[in-house]
């Protein structure tokens, strides 16, 4: 997965690719500050999955938006978010973790109305 606008550093070849899917209502912004040399800042739409890479020590902070500010919401490792990779075929440890066994990526992509709709097709 490239990442045009802000590569990460070249000097650590330890690098994971990771998940974070907004679940909520509310439109979120999604910044890595803890890498030198490496600015990493996205918006996260209500419902949307956001991939990217990152290097294993990278912690994802995520700000809830309000009428005029940001507020940190929550701060995740993002080897928490780590997609694990089985040959063709794809799943995020945290949701492991957190909703049982997940069944493997079909392939087949789902457009999701909802963002409890995303919590139920995670947890499925």
């Known amino acids: ?17 990771c998940c974070y899917i907004n679940a909520t209502s509310k439109i979120q912004i999604a910044r890595v500050t803890n890498v030198p040399d490496w600015y990493f800042e996205r918006v996260v739409f209500p419902g949307q999955r ?55 990526a079909t392939g087949r992509t789902t457009a999701l109305s909802t963002p409890s709709a995303a919590l139920t097709a995670i947890a499925d």
Request: proline letters at 7%; one cysteine or more.
């Open 1 to 17: 997965m490239a990442q045009i606008l802000d590569p990460l550093p070249a000097d650590d070849p330890d690098t994971i690719l």
């Open 50 to 104: 956001l991939m990217f890479e990152a290097v294993e020590s990278a912690m994802l902070e995520i700000h809830t938006g309000m009428m005029a500010s940001a507020i940190l919401s929550d701060t995740i490792p993002c080897t928490r978010l780590m997609v694990e990779l089985e040959g063709d075929s794809a799943r995020t440890e945290t949701s492991s973790r957190s909703h049982g066994d997940v069944p493997e």
